[in-house]
């Protein structure tokens, strides 16, 4: 088709669409087509301005290396994560305990008992024992799911971006017991800034946001038979809860982290005030399945910002 104007335009775009023989691609390019089309439109997009935009997509690329997802960053900067967990996972009166995947995700952490610590290089921070339980929607106990945990050093770094960080630091799988339980030990997470060195850092500069991350632990949670869930649980005291830089708290992830003072730690060479979290994870039947992971590698030196 010969383009006459820029609505005929987007209507010959949308016509060379119907060749796809996959009915829910054919929806989404469509949609997308009609959508893109629109906000250019809306906004009267100049040449420069395509120009600059064309620059950011394509530097969201060239950063995204095996230690660094500047892609899922951006994706979590804009909320478009969690509006994706929001949209796909339970229902107001049946929740499931989905939240975002994040960008720091490494597949393959080493398989370790209920109650072992995930500690694996000197690592400041309080104690930290953690208890999960897994159920269904009914409050079934689920036996048997593979979960995956991991969150950042005090520093404000995971390991695969710390090089003075032992391999797998702050990471570890577990496997749910006939009670649908999980049990580790680690230290008590901290908040921290997201890598600001690329176009999300240049985003929140511009929109004059910080680049704060609430204090959080990660768990994926894949068994087959149940839908496979990535979940953050947020702590109660973190005074940024509501401004988060990723838009990833929901309430129903908050936990509350129990400071022990003199009590007997589960394990005994713990004589510091220590914390003990617990939280119920809930899953719904459907698809069992691991997500790509963002990054695969540790880097070589620390990263210039963080």
Not at 81 to 89: C, I, P
Not at 134 to 150: K, N, Q, R
Not at 265 to 287: H, I, N, Q, R
Request: aromatic share 8%; net charge negative; charged share 25%.
């Amino acid at each position: 088709m010969i383009i006459q104007d820029e609505d005929q335009l987007t209507a010959a775009v949308l016509a060379e669409t119907e060749r796809a023989g996959d009915p829910r691609v054919k929806e989404i390019i469509q949609a997308l087509v009609r959508h893109l089309h629109d906000f250019a439109r809306e906004v009267r997009l100049t040449e420069k301005e395509f120009d600059t935009s064309i620059n950011i997509v394509t530097r969201l690329g060239q950063l995204t290396t095996p230690s660094h997802n500047e892609v899922r960053l951006m994706a979590g900067s804009l909320g478009l994560s969690t509006l994706v967990a929001l949209m796909n996972n339970g229902s107001e009166d049946k929740p499931t305990s989905a939240n975002l995947l994040g960008p720091f995700w490494r597949q393959g952490s080493p398989t370790m008992n209920n109650g072992e610590s995930i500690v694996r290089s000197p690592t400041d921070g309080p104690p930290l024992f953690f208890t999960g339980r897994i159920v269904d929607t009914d409050g079934t106990s689920v036996v048997g799911a593979e979960v995956d945990v991991w969150h950042a050093s005090p520093a404000g770094l995971y390991e695969n971006q710390d090089p003075e960080q032992a391999e797998w630091n702050l990471r570890g799988k577990f496997f749910s017991d006939e009670e649908g339980v999980f049990t580790f030990r680690s230290i008590k997470p901290s908040g921290y800034p997201i890598p600001i060195g690329g176009p999300v850092g240049d985003l929140l500069a511009a929109l004059e946001r910080h680049p704060f991350r609430p204090a959080h632990l990660h768990v994926l949670i894949c068994k087959q038979g149940y839908k496979t869930i990535a979940s953050q649980l947020y702590s109660h005291d973190d005074p940024i809860l509501e401004t988060d830089a990723q838009f990833g708290v929901v309430q129903s992830l908050i936990g509350t982290y129990v400071r022990h003072e003199n009590e007997s730690a589960p394990d005994e060479d713990v004589v510091e005030p220590w914390y003990s979290l617990e939280f119920t994870f809930v899953v719904e039947p459907g698809e069992a399945w691991l997500p790509t992971p963002p990054v695969s590698a540790k880097r070589d030196s620390k990263p210039d910002s963080a």
